[in-house]
């Protein structure tokens, strides 16, 4: 085919293009955790605690030990020989947490002894045959008690259950010493024309990703290597986890994501069945496996958001917001998990919202209590910031009697105040919140939805219209603002026949990175999207990495790819020079061929040069051979990502069930990819937020009996449950990378939870109502319209 | 537990003979005696639908199914629909309107959803939102689901 005849390839970014990675995932062909099989494989399967909070007195494990096809049966102050207590990626002071319970269990879930059977059925017969005697104490479940140190101590070392005792943050408060000066804010609330107060809750939640946690470790004798294999956002870090819970060295371990199903930052935190997964492999020699079941899932992987807020909020009489102030308490349950404690000071951090709001103070205790621990859960930390703000700024318009509209568009950071610096410190990049919100109400019919409403009202019915304005800190982010590191790497390789091989440390779990970083390095290289290969998730092949999670992986995955590709572009750019007796900075790649500029005839194919890049006779003075290359790279900041989002609901009088008529979006992300796979992580969003404002709540009873164990009693949307999302999109590119892409992963869960609850206090508001917490369970909806209390 | 029984299952078109216990479930003796991993569990209550194969032609949660109830029928699963290089009509849908992210709803989707058009081949909206009700969805929030089950619908598939 001569240069002539060769297609020309379509333009990659910013199209819709079909996933690479569904193939095999719609025909049964993917492999999860679960689908691995190794020879000599046993299975693992943990004794829970039935109690939330008391003393163990005795473990009898004789009964289990006797059954045949058990291979070991270990305790907590056995495994506690050879695992040390777990690590976790916060600086505040911890306590001791291993993996399996030694002396006290702190919350219905924990284990208490893990047993190795032969096959999955054994070892769960083992595991209940073990008997476990636990002296009770008072269980710990209202976190304002708990702060009292009521009715117990959940650790010693403790003083009143304070996981974090008091962090100030914003006007007044300087950074360094921490010291606080209350004047500006007194002066604001003193001076207000009106005040709003109100105490809100954002209510605890089952991550609940479709495919349960699972790990299979591998220990090989006399090669002292573990491969271990985990459904998780982030195999380096796990890899780092191991190698020092274990005690050897990084080299000894490759940790493998395979297909994850789902995450939603619920598996960001390497959990004590991993460690002890490897500790029991290490010590049997053998591979071992360990499945969750759902039931265990709701007690045993994290949970998220739990936090409460006395929100107050002062304003003039016009609408502007002169300041806000949050008393935030966040029960983080037993234990601080890898970045337990980091979540809510995210909400800290977004309290701004996206209004120039002169006065902005929070104060955030973290306590805990004897419930599952909570942790990174889709959003983390900013849907809790957003949804306090915008049920402050719904209630500031409910009182003057002003558009909901345009109490926000009034407080909005004008669109050149960017970058912005909040009153939390936050810089915000980039900003053009009123086009966003011109578009949303556009596209909702804003002005006629509100005469529907309130026709619908005039007829008897229970209307309301809810709307949410969100800004998100994303693309996390410097190495200063995370633990792990805030950077990512990357590696491209030109294969000698011209095809494009690239790893990334970015894992994905349903992100579609194959797809979108194939898309962006073809066009890269002006080769075809099929001769691009996107590669991950296995430390064995991905050299260094941090993970998926905080919507980063367009953001700093997608550039360090593109930062990578560069520096292999430049060395191919001299090999073909050298073949085309050419200039390298006159060359153009399209087409998968290299030419020089203004003659698309005369170049080489990418095959031609690569054969020769690696042949390389002669070698082209000052080259190396090969064509391979990486890049590290972090951002100086993060990104900020924005939208609207608008909601209709209707409340059925007789029975309370509200049912959304209409959802809107329309979101900012900046620079877009692949349309395609952003409106579906949009929709995803919606629904979890949609879901945490509806539907889901874990509960936990006054005994601390986890009353929502399964999918009986914890609801997740189902398709029935949801509306057509009418989708949209502004682009407002970040300065931050030079794609301009600031991340969408977790944008959905920010507008739409304040949105719905915005409208459902919209539409009640008729009987009086100015507030509802969280989740609108349809009896509580019934009560207020009958004029009783929520 | 230690007697054994022996079934005949006929899984997608080939008839398997094996010695179970009587309490393994049919999705276990699918994923762990046959290999056929394409079936996921995703609980243990019998709600999300993950596990869902065709039997004798319907669909079942197969975690609810003991593999000595399904002796003697015909059990269709996610592997046994169509194959890479002759998708079915579903799955081709799903892969044309973005109908899946993870992945690992989507066997138990699809099975559920050519279940739904072999009943009712030309749905609504909303007959399809209720169709696939009993499947959960963590990812996709489910509108390029519905996409997916119309692409097919147009398609006229009913097989
Ligand atoms: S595995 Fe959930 S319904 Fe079968
Ligand atoms: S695609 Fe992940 S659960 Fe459906």
Partial sequence: ?????????????????????????ITGHATYVDDLKLPGLLHLAFKRSDSAHGVIKNIDTSAAEQMPGVELVMTGKQLAEILGPMPIGTPFPSPDHYAIATDRVRYVGEPVAVVVAADRYLARDAADAIEVDIEELPAVVDPEKAMQGEPAAVHEGFENNLAVPYVPGGTGVDPATMEVDNSALDKAFAEADVNIS????????????????????????GKE???????????????????AQLGVGQHQVRAIAPEVGGGFGCKINIYGEEYTAAAISRKLGAPVKWIEDRSEAFMATTHGRDILAYVDLAAKRDGTVTALKLRLIADVGAYNMLLTAAVPTLTMLMLNGTYDIPVVRAELTEVFTNKTPTDAYRGAGRPEATYFVERAFDMLAHELGMDPADVRRKNFI?????????????????????????????????????????QARAEGRIVGLGLA???????????????????????????????????????????GNETTFAQMLAEQFGVAFDDVTILHGDTGVVKQGIGTFGSRSQAVGGTVLMNAGEKVKKKMAKFAAAMLDANEDDL??????????????????????????????????????????????????????????????????????????????????????????????????????IGQAMIEEVVYDEDGQLVTGSFMDYAIPRADDLPWFEMDNTVTTTPVNPMGAKGVGEAGTLGSTPAVVNAAVDALSPFGVKHVDMMLRPEKLWRLMQGGGA | ?????????????????????????????????????????????????????HIDGASAKSCTVFAAQADGSE????????????????????????????????????????????ENPKPTEKEIREGIAGNLCRCTGYQHIVKAVQYAAEKGVVR
């Fill in chain 1, 225 to 243: 290597q573990i491969t271990i294999w985990s459904g998780t956002q982030n195999p380096h870090i796990l890899k780092t986890m191991i190698a």
């Fill in chain 1, 588 to 689: 153009v790649f399209e087409n998968g061929m290299i030419s020089v500029k203004g003659s698309p005839g005369s170049g080489k194919t990418f095959a031609e040069v690569a054969s020769f890049a690696y042949v390389p006779v002669p070698l082209p003075p000052g080259v190396e051979p090969g064509l391979s290359d990486e890049a590290f790279w972090e951002p100086e900041n993060n990104t900020y990502p924005f939208g609207c989002h608008i909601v209709m609901m209707e409340i059925d009088r007789e029975t309370g069930e509200p049912r959304l008529t209409k959802v809107v979006a329309v979101d900012d992300a900046g620079t877009i990819i692949n349309p395609m796979i952003v409106d579906g992580q949009i929709h995803g969003g919606l629904a979890q937020g």
């Fill in chain 1, 1 to 25: 085919m001569t240069a002539a005849e060769r297609p020309i390839l379509p333009k990659l970014v910013g199209e819709r293009i079909k996933r690479r990675e569904d193939p095999r995932l």
């Fill in chain 2, 75 to 118: 059990v269709t699963t996610i592997e046994g629909v169509g194959s890479q290089d002759n998708l079915h009509p579903m799955q081709e849908g799903f892969w044309e309107e973005h109908g899946l992210q993870c992945g690992y709803c989507t066997p138990g989707m699809i099975m559920s959803a050519i279940n739904l058009l072999n």
């Fill in chain 2, 1 to 53: 537990m230690s007697e054994k029984a022996t079934v005949s299952i006929t899984v997608n078109g080939k008839v398997h003979e094996e010695e179970v216990e009587p309490r393994l479930l049919l999705v276990h003796f699918l994923r762990e005696h046959l290999g056929l991993t394409g079936t996921h569990v995703g609980c243990d209550t019998s709600q999300c639908g993950a596990c869902t194969v």
């Fill in chain 1, 198 to 221: 109100q105490r809100m809750t954002n209510q605890r939640l089952a991550p609940n990703a479709m495919e349960p946690r699972g790990v299979v470790a591998h220990w090989e004798p």
């Fill in chain 1, 414 to 454: 004008k669109k050149d105040a960017f970058p912005y610096t909040t009153q939390m410190g936050a810089i915000y990049d980039s900003g053009d919140y009123e086009t966003a919100l011109d578009r949303a109400l556009q596209n909702a019919g804003w002005e006629q939805l509100k005469q529907e409403r309130d």
């Fill in chain 1, 469 to 511: 304005y969100y800004v998100e800190v994303c693309g996390l982010g410097p190495s200063a603002s995370l633990p792990t590191g805030g950077w990512e790497h990357a590696g491209v390789t030109i294969e000698r026949d011209g095809r494009i091989t690239a790893t990334t440390g970015s894992s994905p779990h349903g992100q």
